[in-house]
């Protein structure tokens, strides 16, 4: 949805009048959350933004229709997800968990309330001050469930840039933890793999 919107008729005709709006506001709210993000780690207000991690918007309407055995499949297995930063509207059907303490925990929805995750590419920049949340959505007689995923990630773009732990945030006491990567190689790796629960980063760790 940005940088470069796709053509209005490229988008289904439920929702896209929806889906454009709603990305004025998803990009806003990301502009406020980075700037906040960059505060918190005691940096300048712009830094995270200088880096272009409010640039690229993608976004995923997920439909997870009811299922008659949940306990044969997943309505998506565990994953960090591939972003800087991730925006989630859910309905109220619920069934997101996060892995909390090595216990899957239920992140039932609030009306009116989005869920924020951190993705792998800000564990990475921030040397692991920031954990991307390992996350999951079991199957559920339920349904139909759907969820709007915005993801703040630059891996539809062209980007020669090389992402690694900031400088700022690394020093002799705590070295960097991760090699540099572009966002292209990571996202490779990353569907190449599949969602099987461990982090790619691991891939990187030095
Ligand atoms: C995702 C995701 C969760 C949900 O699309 O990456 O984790 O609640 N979705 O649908
Ligand atoms: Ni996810």
Not at 88 to 106: A, E, F, K, P, T
Not at 124 to 140: C, E, G, M, Q, Y
């Amino acid at each position: 949805m940005a940088p470069d919107p796709p053509p209005p008729e490229d988008l289904p005709v439920a929702c896209r009048d929806a889906m454009i709006e709603y990305t004025k506001h998803v990009m806003s709210l990301g502009d406020l959350l980075f700037e906040l993000l960059s505060e918190a780690l005691g940096l300048k207000s712009e830094t995270l933004k200088s880096m272009d991690c409010l640039k690229s918007l993608l976004m995923i309407c997920n439909y997870y229709p009811p299922c008659p055995q949940p306990d044969l499949t997943m309505g998506i297995s565990q994953h960090s997800d591939n972003s800087f930063l991730t925006i989630l509207l859910q309905d109220n059907i619920g069934g997101l968990q996060i892995l909390h303490q090595d216990s899957w925990v239920d992140v039932s929805p609030i009306p009116g309330a989005l869920v924020i995750n951190m993705g792998d590419f800000l564990q990475l920049i921030t040397n692991d001050k920031f954990v991307s949340a390992n996350h999951r959505v079991p199957a559920n007689r339920e349904g139909p469930r759907v969820s709007i995923a915005s993801f703040f990630s630059s891996s539809a773009l062209p980007n020669s840039t090389l992402y690694g732990p900031m400088k700022e945030l690394v020093s002799e006491e705590n070295p960097p933890k991760y090699k540099d990567i572009t966002i292209k190689e990571y996202t490779e790796g990353y569907f190449e793999k599949g969602l099987d629960g461990t982090s790619y980063l691991s891939n990187i760790r030095i």
